[in-house]
Protein backbone atom coordinates (compact mmCIF):
# COMPACT_ATOMS: atom_id res chain seq x y z
CA UNK A 1 0.00 0.00 0.00
CA UNK A 2 1.08 3.50 -0.89
CA UNK A 3 1.85 5.94 2.06
CA UNK A 4 1.32 9.43 1.10
CA UNK A 5 3.43 12.47 3.00
CA UNK A 6 0.99 15.90 2.24
CA UNK A 7 2.58 18.70 2.26
CA UNK A 8 1.40 22.24 3.14
CA UNK A 9 2.66 26.16 3.76
CA UNK A 10 1.33 28.90 6.26
CA UNK A 11 2.40 32.37 6.84
CA UNK A 12 3.88 33.38 3.69
CA UNK A 13 3.94 31.73 -0.01
CA UNK A 14 7.64 31.13 -1.51
CA UNK A 15 8.71 29.36 1.61
CA UNK A 16 9.89 26.68 -0.87
CA UNK A 17 7.80 23.84 -0.58
CA UNK A 18 8.51 21.99 -3.85
CA UNK A 19 12.33 21.95 -2.98
CA UNK A 20 11.72 20.85 0.71
CA UNK A 21 9.24 17.99 -0.45
CA UNK A 22 11.51 17.21 -3.04
CA UNK A 23 14.70 16.95 -0.47
CA UNK A 24 12.74 14.78 1.42
CA UNK A 25 11.91 12.68 -1.39
CA UNK A 26 15.74 12.60 -2.71
CA UNK A 27 16.66 11.21 1.27
CA UNK A 28 13.55 8.68 0.93
CA UNK A 29 14.43 7.39 -2.34
CA UNK A 30 18.22 7.12 -1.39
CA UNK A 31 16.99 4.62 1.20
CA UNK A 32 15.82 2.64 -1.09
CA UNK A 33 11.90 3.47 -1.60
CA UNK A 34 10.03 3.94 -4.57
CA UNK A 35 8.80 7.35 -4.17
CA UNK A 36 7.04 9.65 -6.58
CA UNK A 37 5.28 13.59 -5.76
CA UNK A 38 2.18 15.62 -6.73
CA UNK A 39 1.81 19.43 -6.89
CA UNK A 40 -2.41 20.28 -6.53
CA UNK A 41 -2.79 24.09 -7.26
CA UNK A 42 -5.53 26.04 -6.35
CA UNK A 43 -5.67 28.30 -9.49
CA UNK A 44 -8.63 27.87 -11.58
CA UNK A 45 -6.70 27.69 -14.70
CA UNK A 46 -7.01 24.00 -16.44
CA UNK A 47 -3.17 23.83 -16.50
CA UNK A 48 -0.46 26.36 -16.62
CA UNK A 49 -0.18 25.79 -20.55
CA UNK A 50 -1.71 29.44 -21.55
CA UNK A 51 -1.02 31.18 -18.52
CA UNK A 52 1.72 34.49 -18.93
CA UNK A 53 5.50 33.35 -17.68
CA UNK A 54 5.57 36.86 -16.34
CA UNK A 55 2.91 35.52 -14.26
CA UNK A 56 3.52 31.84 -13.75
CA UNK A 57 7.06 31.68 -14.45
CA UNK A 58 7.78 27.95 -16.54
CA UNK A 59 5.86 25.47 -17.76
CA UNK A 60 7.23 22.22 -17.27
CA UNK A 61 6.94 19.42 -20.20
CA UNK A 62 6.74 16.09 -18.61
CA UNK A 63 7.61 12.98 -20.75
CA UNK A 64 4.26 12.02 -21.41
CA UNK A 65 3.45 15.83 -23.04
CA UNK A 66 1.35 17.52 -19.68
CA UNK A 67 2.27 21.14 -19.32
CA UNK A 68 2.76 21.39 -15.70
CA UNK A 69 3.17 23.65 -12.79
CA UNK A 70 7.71 24.48 -12.79
CA UNK A 71 8.11 22.49 -9.06
CA UNK A 72 7.89 19.22 -10.93
CA UNK A 73 11.33 20.40 -12.41
CA UNK A 74 12.61 19.99 -9.28
CA UNK A 75 10.59 16.64 -8.58
CA UNK A 76 12.12 15.29 -11.29
CA UNK A 77 15.92 16.90 -10.66
CA UNK A 78 15.98 15.72 -7.58
CA UNK A 79 14.85 12.16 -8.14
CA UNK A 80 16.66 9.97 -9.74
CA UNK A 81 13.85 6.78 -10.92
CA UNK A 82 10.73 8.20 -10.88
CA UNK A 83 9.84 10.59 -13.74
CA UNK A 84 6.67 12.99 -13.75
CA UNK A 85 3.76 12.66 -15.61
CA UNK A 86 0.27 13.84 -16.53
CA UNK A 87 -1.13 12.51 -13.01
CA UNK A 88 1.38 14.33 -11.47
CA UNK A 89 -0.03 17.74 -11.86
CA UNK A 90 -3.73 18.90 -11.42
CA UNK A 91 -5.53 22.38 -10.51
CA UNK A 92 -8.79 23.28 -9.22
CA UNK A 93 -9.52 24.31 -12.76
CA UNK A 94 -9.09 20.50 -13.91
CA UNK A 95 -10.83 18.96 -10.94
CA UNK A 96 -13.87 21.46 -11.74
CA UNK A 97 -14.02 20.77 -15.67
CA UNK A 98 -14.14 17.34 -15.01
CA UNK A 99 -17.04 16.82 -12.18
CA UNK A 100 -18.83 19.72 -14.60
CA UNK A 101 -18.78 17.29 -17.61
CA UNK A 102 -19.96 14.17 -15.04
CA UNK A 103 -22.67 16.23 -14.10
CA UNK A 104 -23.49 17.30 -17.94
CA UNK A 105 -23.03 13.75 -18.91
CA UNK A 106 -25.66 12.59 -16.07
CA UNK A 107 -23.33 10.75 -14.35
CA UNK A 108 -24.69 12.06 -10.96
CA UNK A 109 -28.23 11.09 -11.66
CA UNK A 110 -29.54 14.53 -11.23
CA UNK A 111 -28.27 14.83 -7.96
CA UNK A 112 -27.56 18.09 -6.22
CA UNK A 113 -23.10 18.85 -7.10
CA UNK A 114 -21.22 19.92 -4.15
CA UNK A 115 -17.83 20.89 -2.54
CA UNK A 116 -18.22 18.13 -0.59
CA UNK A 117 -17.91 15.00 -1.83
CA UNK A 118 -17.73 15.94 -5.55
CA UNK A 119 -15.15 17.72 -5.72
CA UNK A 120 -13.23 16.54 -2.79
CA UNK A 121 -14.01 13.04 -4.32
CA UNK A 122 -12.14 13.94 -7.33
CA UNK A 123 -9.43 15.38 -5.84
CA UNK A 124 -9.19 12.04 -3.50
CA UNK A 125 -9.17 9.92 -6.97
CA UNK A 126 -7.06 12.06 -8.33
CA UNK A 127 -4.05 11.66 -5.19
CA UNK A 128 -4.28 7.94 -5.10
CA UNK A 129 -3.95 7.12 -8.66
CA UNK A 130 -1.03 9.22 -9.11
CA UNK A 131 0.32 7.13 -6.07
CA UNK A 132 -0.53 3.62 -7.29
CA UNK A 133 2.46 1.53 -6.85
CA UNK A 134 4.86 3.60 -5.29
CA UNK A 135 6.19 3.10 -1.49
CA UNK A 136 5.95 7.06 -0.99
CA UNK A 137 3.67 9.76 -2.23
CA UNK A 138 4.85 13.07 -1.55
CA UNK A 139 1.73 15.58 -2.05
CA UNK A 140 2.02 19.24 -2.36
CA UNK A 141 -0.71 21.50 -1.85
CA UNK A 142 0.00 25.08 -3.46
CA UNK A 143 -0.39 28.32 -1.98
CA UNK A 144 -0.49 28.77 1.89
CA UNK A 145 -2.93 27.09 4.84
CA UNK A 146 -6.00 29.94 4.79
CA UNK A 147 -6.42 30.75 1.43
CA UNK A 148 -9.85 30.47 0.47
CA UNK A 149 -9.15 28.30 -3.08
CA UNK A 150 -7.35 26.05 -1.19
CA UNK A 151 -9.89 25.05 0.85
CA UNK A 152 -10.96 21.71 -1.07
CA UNK A 153 -7.67 20.46 -1.39
CA UNK A 154 -7.19 20.79 2.26
CA UNK A 155 -10.40 19.09 3.36
CA UNK A 156 -9.43 16.36 0.50
CA UNK A 157 -6.33 15.79 2.70
CA UNK A 158 -8.32 16.01 6.13
CA UNK A 159 -10.39 13.08 4.75
CA UNK A 160 -7.52 11.43 3.04
CA UNK A 161 -5.58 11.03 6.16
CA UNK A 162 -8.75 9.92 8.30
CA UNK A 163 -9.49 6.98 5.15
CA UNK A 164 -5.45 6.22 4.91
CA UNK A 165 -4.92 6.26 8.69
CA UNK A 166 -1.79 7.12 11.06
CA UNK A 167 0.52 4.27 9.77
CA UNK A 168 -0.43 5.26 5.89
CA UNK A 169 -0.03 8.90 5.69
CA UNK A 170 1.30 11.85 7.96
CA UNK A 171 1.60 16.04 6.97
CA UNK A 172 4.59 18.28 6.58
CA UNK A 173 4.24 21.58 7.01
CA UNK A 174 6.27 24.76 6.57
CA UNK A 175 6.13 28.16 8.46
CA UNK A 176 8.59 31.05 8.83
CA UNK A 177 10.21 31.88 11.79
CA UNK A 178 10.96 35.95 11.28
CA UNK A 179 13.87 37.33 12.92
CA UNK A 180 12.79 40.69 14.27
CA UNK A 181 16.42 42.85 14.80
CA UNK A 182 14.95 45.64 16.76
CA UNK A 183 14.24 42.43 19.17
CA UNK A 184 17.08 40.69 18.55
CA UNK A 185 15.06 37.24 18.60
CA UNK A 186 13.06 35.23 16.02
CA UNK A 187 9.29 35.34 16.41
CA UNK A 188 7.55 31.32 16.85
CA UNK A 189 3.78 33.64 17.00
CA UNK A 190 3.85 33.33 12.75
CA UNK A 191 4.47 29.57 12.87
CA UNK A 192 1.22 29.13 16.26
CA UNK A 193 -1.03 30.83 13.97
CA UNK A 194 -0.56 28.79 11.23
CA UNK A 195 -0.98 25.44 12.99
CA UNK A 196 -3.68 26.63 14.39
CA UNK A 197 -5.17 27.50 11.15
CA UNK A 198 -4.46 23.73 10.10
CA UNK A 199 -6.05 22.08 13.50
CA UNK A 200 -9.52 24.61 12.48
CA UNK A 201 -9.73 22.48 9.33
CA UNK A 202 -9.19 19.37 11.46
CA UNK A 203 -5.53 18.45 10.45
CA UNK A 204 -2.46 17.64 12.67
CA UNK A 205 1.07 18.75 11.31
CA UNK A 206 3.61 15.60 12.20
CA UNK A 207 6.57 17.33 10.97
CA UNK A 208 7.34 21.16 11.17
CA UNK A 209 9.76 22.37 8.83
CA UNK A 210 10.95 26.11 9.94
CA UNK A 211 12.00 28.42 7.43
CA UNK A 212 14.53 30.88 8.90
CA UNK A 213 17.40 32.73 7.89
CA UNK A 214 19.06 32.23 11.44
CA UNK A 215 20.18 29.83 13.74
CA UNK A 216 17.85 28.05 16.21
CA UNK A 217 18.47 26.87 19.59
CA UNK A 218 16.57 24.53 21.23
CA UNK A 219 14.55 26.73 23.56
CA UNK A 220 12.86 27.81 20.72
CA UNK A 221 12.41 24.40 18.82
CA UNK A 222 10.92 23.24 22.73
CA UNK A 223 8.52 26.26 22.57
CA UNK A 224 7.40 25.58 19.10
CA UNK A 225 6.93 21.64 19.56
CA UNK A 226 5.06 22.47 23.22
CA UNK A 227 2.40 25.53 21.16
CA UNK A 228 1.85 23.10 18.26
CA UNK A 229 1.36 19.75 19.58
CA UNK A 230 3.97 18.17 17.68
CA UNK A 231 7.46 16.35 19.41
CA UNK A 232 10.41 18.01 19.61
CA UNK A 233 12.45 15.91 17.05
CA UNK A 234 10.00 16.67 14.27
CA UNK A 235 10.90 20.30 14.45
CA UNK A 236 12.94 20.43 11.56
CA UNK A 237 14.84 23.86 11.23
CA UNK A 238 15.70 24.95 7.62
CA UNK A 239 17.94 27.73 7.57
CA UNK A 240 18.81 29.24 4.45
CA UNK A 241 21.39 27.35 2.31
CA UNK A 242 24.09 28.70 0.11
CA UNK A 243 22.34 26.37 -2.51
CA UNK A 244 19.23 24.23 -2.78
CA UNK A 245 21.52 20.98 -3.26
CA UNK A 246 22.37 21.48 0.06
CA UNK A 247 18.99 20.60 1.75
CA UNK A 248 19.30 16.51 1.43
CA UNK A 249 22.04 16.78 3.39
CA UNK A 250 20.59 19.40 5.88
CA UNK A 251 17.38 17.18 6.60
CA UNK A 252 19.80 13.77 6.99
CA UNK A 253 21.55 15.44 9.67
CA UNK A 254 17.78 16.03 11.34
CA UNK A 255 17.08 13.10 10.80
CA UNK A 256 13.71 13.59 8.94
CA UNK A 257 14.19 10.45 6.98
CA UNK A 258 13.98 8.23 10.57
CA UNK A 259 11.01 10.18 11.65
CA UNK A 260 8.96 9.23 8.07
CA UNK A 261 10.39 5.44 7.93
CA UNK A 262 9.38 4.92 11.64
CA UNK A 263 5.90 6.07 11.18
CA UNK A 264 5.82 4.25 7.99
CA UNK A 265 6.94 0.91 9.56
CA UNK A 266 10.00 1.00 7.22
CA UNK A 267 12.53 -0.98 9.28
CA UNK A 268 15.74 -2.25 7.96
CA UNK A 269 16.35 0.29 5.48
CA UNK A 270 20.19 0.90 4.52
CA UNK A 271 20.96 4.48 5.69
CA UNK A 272 20.79 7.48 3.20
CA UNK A 273 23.74 7.28 1.20
CA UNK A 274 24.23 11.20 0.07
CA UNK A 275 27.76 11.13 -1.15
CA UNK A 276 26.78 12.50 -4.97
CA UNK A 277 24.94 15.22 -3.39
CA UNK A 278 27.91 15.71 -1.31
CA UNK A 279 29.83 15.94 -4.97
CA UNK A 280 27.06 18.25 -6.02
CA UNK A 281 28.03 20.90 -3.63
CA UNK A 282 31.47 19.97 -3.49
CA UNK A 283 31.74 21.04 -7.11
CA UNK A 284 29.66 23.90 -6.96
CA UNK A 285 31.10 26.00 -4.24
CA UNK A 286 34.64 25.65 -5.50
CA UNK A 287 34.84 26.61 -9.38
CA UNK A 288 37.80 26.90 -11.39
CA UNK A 289 36.46 29.95 -13.59
CA UNK A 290 33.57 31.86 -14.03
CA UNK A 291 31.89 32.18 -17.37
CA UNK A 292 29.50 34.18 -18.57
CA UNK A 293 26.54 33.30 -20.55
CA UNK A 294 24.27 35.72 -22.04
CA UNK A 295 20.91 34.40 -22.29
CA UNK A 296 18.75 36.53 -24.73
CA UNK A 297 14.82 36.59 -24.00
CA UNK A 298 11.95 38.78 -24.04
CA UNK A 299 10.80 37.23 -20.27
CA UNK A 300 14.46 38.12 -18.35
CA UNK A 301 12.11 40.61 -15.87
CA UNK A 302 11.29 37.27 -14.64
CA UNK A 303 13.88 34.69 -14.05
CA UNK A 304 11.74 31.61 -13.23
CA UNK A 305 10.33 31.95 -16.59
CA UNK A 306 13.61 30.19 -17.31
CA UNK A 307 13.43 27.94 -14.39
CA UNK A 308 14.67 24.39 -15.93
CA UNK A 309 17.65 26.77 -18.55
CA UNK A 310 19.23 28.18 -15.46
CA UNK A 311 19.40 24.90 -13.61
CA UNK A 312 20.42 22.90 -16.77
CA UNK A 313 23.33 25.69 -17.12
CA UNK A 314 24.06 25.63 -13.40
CA UNK A 315 24.61 21.78 -13.59
CA UNK A 316 26.77 21.96 -17.03
CA UNK A 317 28.89 24.48 -14.73
CA UNK A 318 29.18 21.83 -12.38
CA UNK A 319 30.50 19.10 -14.88
CA UNK A 320 32.68 21.72 -15.71
CA UNK A 321 34.09 22.71 -12.70
CA UNK A 322 32.97 26.45 -13.32
CA UNK A 323 30.62 28.89 -11.99
CA UNK A 324 28.08 30.16 -14.45
CA UNK A 325 27.18 33.68 -14.86
CA UNK A 326 23.45 34.54 -16.78
CA UNK A 327 23.74 37.50 -18.06
CA UNK A 328 20.01 38.61 -18.38
CA UNK A 329 19.07 40.37 -21.62
CA UNK A 330 16.39 41.50 -23.21
CA UNK A 331 16.06 40.96 -26.65
CA UNK A 332 14.21 43.59 -27.50
CA UNK A 333 17.13 46.23 -26.51
CA UNK A 334 19.45 44.45 -29.35
CA UNK A 335 16.90 45.63 -31.77
CA UNK A 336 18.62 49.09 -31.88
CA UNK A 337 21.57 47.33 -32.90
CA UNK A 338 23.52 48.26 -30.12
CA UNK A 339 25.25 44.64 -29.13
CA UNK A 340 28.12 46.17 -26.93
CA UNK A 341 26.35 44.11 -24.35
CA UNK A 342 27.18 40.91 -25.22
CA UNK A 343 31.29 41.74 -26.33
CA UNK A 344 31.90 40.20 -22.53
CA UNK A 345 29.81 37.06 -23.13
CA UNK A 346 31.80 33.58 -23.21
CA UNK A 347 28.80 32.06 -24.49
CA UNK A 348 25.17 32.83 -26.24
CA UNK A 349 22.04 31.18 -25.13
CA UNK A 350 18.64 32.03 -27.01
CA UNK A 351 16.06 30.05 -25.62
CA UNK A 352 12.27 29.16 -26.35
CA UNK A 353 9.57 31.04 -26.45
CA UNK A 354 6.40 32.46 -28.30
CA UNK A 355 5.17 34.82 -30.53
CA UNK A 356 7.37 37.86 -32.70
CA UNK A 357 8.25 40.46 -29.94
CA UNK A 358 11.60 40.64 -29.55
CA UNK A 359 12.82 38.19 -32.44
CA UNK A 360 14.67 40.59 -34.44
CA UNK A 361 16.57 41.13 -31.19
CA UNK A 362 17.41 37.70 -30.89
CA UNK A 363 18.69 37.38 -34.52
CA UNK A 364 21.02 39.95 -33.57
CA UNK A 365 22.71 38.10 -30.74
CA UNK A 366 22.78 35.01 -33.19
CA UNK A 367 24.46 36.55 -36.25
CA UNK A 368 26.81 38.03 -33.30
CA UNK A 369 27.74 34.57 -32.23
CA UNK A 370 27.73 33.08 -35.32
CA UNK A 371 29.97 36.13 -36.80
CA UNK A 372 32.47 36.51 -33.71
CA UNK A 373 32.71 32.57 -32.83
CA UNK A 374 31.35 32.91 -29.71
CA UNK A 375 29.54 29.13 -28.53
CA UNK A 376 26.18 29.52 -29.30
CA UNK A 377 23.00 27.82 -28.01
CA UNK A 378 19.38 27.93 -29.44
CA UNK A 379 16.32 26.29 -28.07
CA UNK A 380 13.09 25.45 -29.56
CA UNK A 381 11.87 29.36 -31.10
CA UNK A 382 15.97 29.75 -30.69
CA UNK A 383 17.16 27.06 -33.67
CA UNK A 384 14.18 28.54 -35.57
CA UNK A 385 15.59 32.23 -35.66
CA UNK A 386 19.02 30.11 -35.61
CA UNK A 387 17.56 29.02 -39.16
CA UNK A 388 16.10 32.28 -40.58
CA UNK A 389 19.57 34.39 -39.49
CA UNK A 390 21.41 32.25 -41.41
CA UNK A 391 19.13 32.46 -44.11
CA UNK A 392 19.33 35.38 -44.34
CA UNK A 393 22.83 37.07 -44.02
CA UNK A 394 24.29 33.55 -45.59
CA UNK A 395 22.24 31.70 -47.99
CA UNK A 396 21.04 34.90 -49.70
CA UNK A 397 17.34 34.49 -48.76
CA UNK A 398 16.84 38.15 -47.28
CA UNK A 399 13.16 37.93 -47.13
CA UNK A 400 13.81 34.20 -45.05
CA UNK A 401 10.81 33.99 -42.25
CA UNK A 402 8.40 32.04 -40.27
CA UNK A 403 4.59 32.35 -41.04
CA UNK A 404 3.88 33.31 -37.33
CA UNK A 405 5.26 36.28 -38.46
CA UNK A 406 4.97 36.93 -42.05
CA UNK A 407 2.42 35.31 -44.29
CA UNK A 408 3.58 36.55 -47.34
CA UNK A 409 6.82 35.64 -47.13
CA UNK A 410 8.92 34.56 -49.87
CA UNK A 411 11.05 31.71 -48.13
CA UNK A 412 8.45 30.16 -45.71
CA UNK A 413 11.57 28.52 -43.28
CA UNK A 414 9.30 28.22 -40.65
CA UNK A 415 5.41 27.21 -40.35
CA UNK A 416 2.79 24.83 -39.41
CA UNK A 417 3.48 21.25 -40.93
CA UNK A 418 -0.19 20.88 -42.42
CA UNK A 419 0.94 24.68 -44.28
CA UNK A 420 3.88 23.33 -46.23
CA UNK A 421 3.01 19.92 -46.75
CA UNK A 422 -0.77 21.07 -47.87
CA UNK A 423 1.14 23.18 -50.38
CA UNK A 424 3.08 20.11 -51.92
CA UNK A 425 -0.07 18.10 -51.43
CA UNK A 426 1.95 16.03 -49.27
CA UNK A 427 0.40 16.33 -46.04
CA UNK A 428 -1.44 12.30 -46.26
CA UNK A 429 1.84 10.73 -47.48
CA UNK A 430 3.94 11.74 -44.06
CA UNK A 431 3.45 9.25 -41.01
CA UNK A 432 1.59 12.14 -38.74
CA UNK A 433 0.47 12.28 -34.98
CA UNK A 434 -2.89 12.97 -34.44
CA UNK A 435 -1.34 16.27 -32.43
CA UNK A 436 0.44 17.73 -35.24
CA UNK A 437 -0.78 20.39 -37.43
CA UNK A 438 -2.25 23.84 -35.96
CA UNK A 439 -1.65 22.13 -32.21
CA UNK A 440 1.23 21.67 -30.32
CA UNK A 441 4.04 19.11 -30.77
CA UNK A 442 4.36 18.17 -27.04
CA UNK A 443 5.94 15.37 -24.93
CA UNK A 444 8.90 13.18 -25.10
CA UNK A 445 9.73 12.08 -28.39
CA UNK A 446 12.83 10.51 -30.94
CA UNK A 447 15.01 11.79 -32.82
CA UNK A 448 18.18 10.18 -35.37
CA UNK A 449 21.70 12.45 -34.58
CA UNK A 450 23.59 12.37 -38.50
CA UNK A 451 26.68 10.19 -38.10
CA UNK A 452 29.96 12.52 -38.26
CA UNK A 453 28.13 15.82 -36.88
CA UNK A 454 29.25 17.24 -33.57
CA UNK A 455 25.81 16.48 -31.74
CA UNK A 456 25.83 13.30 -32.57
CA UNK A 457 29.52 13.61 -30.96
CA UNK A 458 27.77 14.96 -28.33
CA UNK A 459 25.48 12.86 -27.39
CA UNK A 460 27.34 9.91 -28.18
CA UNK A 461 24.71 7.80 -29.73
CA UNK A 462 22.33 7.98 -33.00
CA UNK A 463 19.25 8.17 -31.18
CA UNK A 464 17.88 10.53 -28.20
CA UNK A 465 15.04 11.38 -26.69
CA UNK A 466 13.60 14.50 -25.55
CA UNK A 467 10.64 16.64 -25.19
CA UNK A 468 9.39 18.89 -26.79
CA UNK A 469 6.79 22.34 -26.34
CA UNK A 470 6.08 23.90 -30.00
CA UNK A 471 3.96 24.57 -32.65
CA UNK A 472 5.48 25.65 -35.63
CA UNK A 473 8.80 23.37 -37.79
CA UNK A 474 11.81 24.05 -40.33
CA UNK A 475 9.95 23.61 -44.37
CA UNK A 476 11.93 20.70 -45.39
CA UNK A 477 12.48 21.81 -48.79
CA UNK A 478 14.63 24.28 -47.35
CA UNK A 479 17.01 22.11 -46.47
CA UNK A 480 19.10 21.79 -49.28
CA UNK A 481 19.99 25.16 -50.44
CA UNK A 482 20.85 25.65 -46.18
CA UNK A 483 23.70 22.92 -46.29
CA UNK A 484 24.59 24.00 -49.71
CA UNK A 485 25.03 27.56 -47.87
CA UNK A 486 27.38 26.01 -44.51
CA UNK A 487 24.43 24.66 -42.03
CA UNK A 488 24.20 21.30 -41.37
CA UNK A 489 20.98 19.55 -40.15
CA UNK A 490 22.27 17.36 -37.98
CA UNK A 491 19.59 15.67 -36.45
CA UNK A 492 15.22 14.70 -37.39
CA UNK A 493 12.64 13.22 -35.51
CA UNK A 494 11.90 9.64 -36.05
CA UNK A 495 8.58 9.10 -36.68
CA UNK A 496 7.94 12.39 -39.06
CA UNK A 497 11.41 13.19 -40.07
CA UNK A 498 10.60 16.67 -39.28
CA UNK A 499 14.37 18.92 -38.19
CA UNK A 500 15.19 18.34 -34.83
CA UNK A 501 19.08 19.72 -34.72
CA UNK A 502 20.97 22.12 -36.94
CA UNK A 503 24.55 23.57 -36.49
CA UNK A 504 27.54 24.96 -38.19
CA UNK A 505 30.30 22.55 -38.87
CA UNK A 506 32.78 25.66 -39.46
CA UNK A 507 31.99 27.55 -36.15
CA UNK A 508 33.78 26.37 -32.81
CA UNK A 509 30.22 25.49 -31.15
CA UNK A 510 27.02 26.46 -32.67
CA UNK A 511 24.28 23.93 -32.01
CA UNK A 512 20.77 24.99 -32.09
CA UNK A 513 17.82 22.09 -31.44
CA UNK A 514 14.47 22.26 -31.77
CA UNK A 515 13.41 20.30 -28.38
CA UNK A 516 13.81 21.23 -24.81
CA UNK A 517 17.04 19.32 -23.14
CA UNK A 518 16.71 21.40 -20.20
CA UNK A 519 13.79 19.55 -18.62
CA UNK A 520 15.74 15.87 -18.08
CA UNK A 521 19.26 17.80 -16.86
CA UNK A 522 19.51 17.29 -13.14
CA UNK A 523 22.41 18.36 -10.64
CA UNK A 524 23.53 14.67 -10.22
CA UNK A 525 23.61 14.14 -13.95
CA UNK A 526 23.44 16.89 -16.06
CA UNK A 527 22.54 17.02 -19.35
CA UNK A 528 24.95 16.15 -22.36
CA UNK A 529 24.22 19.30 -24.77
CA UNK A 530 24.84 22.13 -21.79
CA UNK A 531 27.65 20.19 -20.64
CA UNK A 532 29.64 20.64 -23.77
CA UNK A 533 28.27 23.94 -24.65
CA UNK A 534 29.49 25.06 -20.85
CA UNK A 535 32.86 23.69 -21.68
CA UNK A 536 32.93 25.42 -25.12
CA UNK A 537 32.17 28.30 -23.38
CA UNK A 538 35.06 27.65 -20.64
CA UNK A 539 37.34 27.11 -23.79
CA UNK A 540 36.53 30.68 -25.05
CA UNK A 541 37.57 32.08 -21.54
CA UNK A 542 40.21 30.69 -21.83
CA UNK A 543 41.68 31.81 -25.39
CA UNK A 544 40.46 35.44 -24.31
CA UNK A 545 42.85 35.31 -21.35
CA UNK A 546 45.49 33.60 -22.96
Known sequence: MTHFIFVTGGVVSSLGKGISAASVAALLEARGLQVTMVKMDPYINVDPGTMSPFQHGEVFVTEDGAETDLDLGYYERFLRRAKMTKLNNFTSGRVYQDVLNKERRGDYLGGTVQVIPHITDNIKERVLRAGEGYDVAIVEIGGTVGDIESLPFMESVRQLMVELGHKHSMLMHLTLLPYVSSAAELKTKPTQHSVKELLSIGIQPDILICRTEHDVDADT??????????????????????????????????????????????????????????????????????????????????????????????????????????????????????????????????????????????????????????????????????????????????????????????????????????????????????????????????????????????????????????????????????????????????????????????????????????????????????????????????????
Open 221 to 546: TRKIALFTNVQARAVIVCKDAKTIYQIPRNFSEQQVDDLICERFGFDNLPKADLSDWDQVCEALFNPEYTVRVAMVGKYVELPDAYKSVNEALLHAGIQNRVKVQIDYVDAESLESQDLAILSTADAILVPGGFGERGTEGKMAAIRYAREQGIPFLGICLGMQLAVIEYARHVANMPEASSTEFNRSTKYPLIGLITEWLDERGELQQRNLESDLGGTMRLGAQKSELVAGTKTREIYGKAEITERHRHRYEMNDRFIAPLEEAGLKISGYSSVQHLVETVEIPAHPWFVAVQFHPEFTSSPRDGHPLFASFIDAAKKHYQNAQS
